[in-house]
């Protein structure tokens, strides 16, 4: 483990109050024979948690006709794949939604950047025909949690220094001021909540191409995470998206991941994105 990056959340439950129940609700729907009747109990435990997983489950994204009004339909009528996604947008959504100043981030700036990789990430997934979804959405919902711890200890930094002029990329800024950075700072957070490996494994490569090589799931979120990047969110339509994306192919320094599925699916990918990102858009959680 990462001493420097442990460091920064040895206290961090003051700052990130660990989701207890919602990590419950993902421990619970990860099991070979889950209990429905358990897990529904779980989930009732947190009134918030119930009503924003509610919320959810009936936005664009889940695209059912039949109003979703009970716990127990989510599990039913979406599945726990569904669940687990759910729980994790519903905790995570709160501490996301918060500006970071050191990053540039108005308030739901980092929100809206995570959910969009979140959903790029599932879609890019499906059409390489890759398992495990749901911990695709939850890594690319996830991946920038460390900027949250960052942040305070990054404006601080800088204003010592006098400017952050001298770095050409805040990850650079990062290594330089903090030694460290939010991807590492992210993984020694998540491991500190006990999320699976799958999940967890590529936070730390979001922004290392070369750690990408031959792991599709982390090909995946650093590709998703360029994508919304490049994109732009929220300006901009499909179209003007999917002009964006070729151009990032042509443009990226260091190359992008050659991932199956997503060149000749490209087009079908952005435009299903646009219709999820903006049907959830303007979810309220509490």
């Not at 729980?87 to 700036?109: C, D, R, V």
């Not at 979120?221 to 151009?247: Q, R, T």
């Not at 079908?268 to 999820?276: A, V």
Request: aromatic fraction near 6%; proline fraction near 4%; hydrophobic fraction near 40%.
């Amino acid at each position: 483990m990462n001493t420097i990056a442990n460091n920064f959340i040895k206290d961090i439950d003051r700052l990130i109050p660990r989701p207890d129940i919602a990590l419950d609700v993902m421990s619970l729907a990860n099991q070979s024979e889950c209990d429905i009747a358990g897990l529904c109990r779980k989930i009732n435990q947190d009134p918030s948690l119930m009503a924003n997983m509610l919320r959810l489950a009936n936005s664009a994204y889940f695209g059912h006709m039949k109003e979703i009004s009970s716990i127990r339909d989510i599990i039913v009528r979406l599945g726990l794949d569904s669940v687990r996604m759910i729980a994790i947008t519903s905790a995570s959504a709160g501490i996301l939604k918060t500006p970071q100043e050191a990053y540039n981030l108005e308030p739901g700036a980092l929100w809206r950047h995570s959910h969009a990789t979140a959903l790029l990430a599932v879609l890019i997934g499906r059409h390489a025909k890759i398992d495990g979804l749901s911990s695709l959405y939850s890594a690319g919902l996830l991946h920038d949690v460390g900027k949250i711890i960052l942040n305070r200890h990054l404006q601080v930094e800088s204003m010592n220094r006098g400017g952050i002029n001298d770095y050409p990329t805040m990850l650079a800024l990062e290594k330089a001021l903090l030694h460290t950075d939010h991807a590492k700072v992210g993984i020694a957070l998540l491991h500190k909540w006990g999320l699976p490996e799958a999940i967890i494994d590529p936070v730390g490569s979001h922004h290392n191409l070369s750690a990408c090589q031959y792991h599709l799931p982390r090909q995946i979120i650093y590709l998703a995470n360029h994508l919304a990047e490049s994109i732009g969110i929220p300006s901009g339509d499909a179209e003007n998206s999917i002009y964006l994306v070729k151009e990032s192919y042509e443009t990226a320094a260091d190359g992008l991941p050659e991932i199956p599925g997503f060149t000749e699916n490209m087009e079908t990918i952005i435009n299903l994105f646009y219709e999820q990102f903006t049907g959830a858009s303007t979810l309220e959680f509490t």
